[in-house]
Structure formats: structure tokens, C-alpha cells
T-cell receptor
Framework: GDSVTQMEGPVTLSEEAFLTINCTYTATGYPSLFWYVQYPGEGLQLLLKATKADDKGSNKGFEATYRKETTSFHLEKGSVQVSDSAVYFCALYFGNEKLTFGTGTRLTIIP | DTGVSQNPRHKITKRGQNVTFRCDPISEHNRLYWYRQTLGQGPEFLTYFQNEAQLEKSRLLSDRFSAERPKGSFSTLEIQRTEQGDSAMYLC??????????????FGQGTRLTVV
């Protein structure tokens, strides 16, 4: 079945560092891909998405490109801030009417 | 509208007791989803509704679990004869269209269940 494999955490970075969180997927076909973020004490929020190959999703300085050839959707940000500290979930949707999530990556940014 | 609302936020119950959680989706959202999230894991799909119709149930949803959405608005998730393995965060999400492919699923803050 469809699945998402996400970079294990936790990840700790200094402020203004470059961030990459890896995500690869397995699906029979071409799913839509998502990154969700969960800030402390809050619900999951959509961060960005891409619905077809080579699409780039972007929001709040974060970017991810849908790579069909490598079945990947890695999350990147050029300069992280303390306020980016959260848990990040990669997810996919493909025709089965539900989102399938990765295990999440906890990110901590140190001032 | 302030988003998806879940109640209670926290529930502690003794093993063997029944519990019921409520989810109020964003108004006029047709789709409503329930997920379960255990520590260190991503959300796992449990079930979803299109209006009042329950269209799919995960194998994770044992016979002790039941969900309803009687009027196509709020939904309840009941767990009977709770077990310690039921301890988790239960998440509700709603979506304004027929699938999350082209639109966002909005999540509530969840109900954290602890079975002692």
C-alpha cells in the first residue's frame, strides 16, 4: 500500500542554519504530496503541498519539490528561526480518500 | 468560525470504561476524518464521513470503536471497554470538498486519551 518514509529525528539546528528534512514515498501512481506542521500545543497545519511531478510547494520560506524520479518530497528552508521549532509530517494522498502520514520529525532551533 | 473543535482536550479513564469524544468541523465542510496518533508516530487513519455517511473504516477500528455523524455536522467517536493500548491522541479533521487532493484538510487540536 501507499506509504511515506520520513527522516528520523529529532533534529537540532542553530538559528539561521539550512534545513533539510527528507521524505520519500511509495505509491501506485502519482499522489499529491504534503508537508504538515504541528507547533507545540496546536493542531496539524498544512505547510505546503504539490499535486504533480516537478511542482514546487512553498510557504513561510519553506520549499519542497515533487521528484517523481526519486519519489521524494524533501522539505528545505534556507535560514531557520526559533519559531520554526515544531514537528513536521510528510503526507501523501492518492485516490483512497485519506492522507497517509510519515512518522514526523521533531525540529528544535537553538538561538 | 474558529476552526475544527474537539472536546474534551484531555480524558483520563480507567480500563474497561467507555469514553466518547466530540468533533465539531468547520461549518459546511462535507468531509470529516478521524485519526489516531500515538507517541512518536504520525497520524493513522481511522474513519471518514461524507456528510452523514461513513464511507470507510480502517482495520485499526476494532468492534469496540464506533463513530457517528448523525446530521452531517458534528461527529462522535466512542470507545467501549477501553484498553491501555487505546491511549493516544485522537485527531479530527474536516475538508470542504470531496477529497483532500486539491484542498486542505483542517485539523483540530485533538483529544488526548489516557487509559489507566
Amino acid at each position: 500500500g501507499d506509504s511515506v518514509t520520513q527522516m528520523e529525528g529529532p533534529v537540532t539546528l542553530s538559528e539561521e542554519a539550512f534545513l533539510t528534512i527528507n521524505c520519500t514515498y511509495t505509491a501506485t501512481g502519482y499522489p499529491s504530496l504534503f508537508w504538515y506542521v504541528q507547533y507545540p500545543g496546536e493542531g496539524l497545519q498544512l505547510l505546503l503541498k504539490a499535486t504533480k511531478a516537478d511542482d514546487k510547494g512553498s510557504n513561510k520560506g519553506f520549499e519542497a519539490t515533487y521528484r517523481k524520479e526519486t519519489t521524494s518530497f524533501h522539505l528545505e528552508k534556507g535560514s531557520v528561526q526559533v519559531s520554526d521549532s515544531a514537528v513536521y509530517f510528510c503526507a501523501l494522498y492518492f485516490g483512497n480518500e485519506k492522507l497517509t502520514f510519515g512518522t514526523g520529525t521533531r525540529l528544535t532551533i537553538i538561538p | 468560525d474558529t476552526g475544527v473543535s474537539q472536546n474534551p482536550r484531555h480524558k483520563i479513564t480507567k480500563r474497561g470504561q467507555n469514553v466518547t469524544f466530540r468533533c465539531d468541523p468547520i461549518s459546511e465542510h462535507n468531509r470529516l476524518y478521524w485519526y489516531r496518533q500515538t507517541l512518536g508516530q504520525g497520524p493513522e487513519f481511522l474513519t471518514y464521513f461524507q456528510n452523514e455517511a461513513q464511507l470507510e473504516k480502517s482495520r485499526l477500528l476494532s468492534d469496540r470503536f464506533s463513530a457517528e455523524r448523525p446530521k452531517g455536522s458534528f461527529s462522535t467517536l466512542e470507545i467501549q471497554r477501553t484498553e491501555q493500548g487505546d491511549s493516544a491522541m485522537y485527531l479530527c479533521a474536516s475538508s470542504p470538498q470531496e477529497s483532500p487532493k486539491n484542498t486542505e484538510a483542517f485539523f483540530g487540536q485533538g483529544t488526548r486519551l489516557t487509559v489507566v
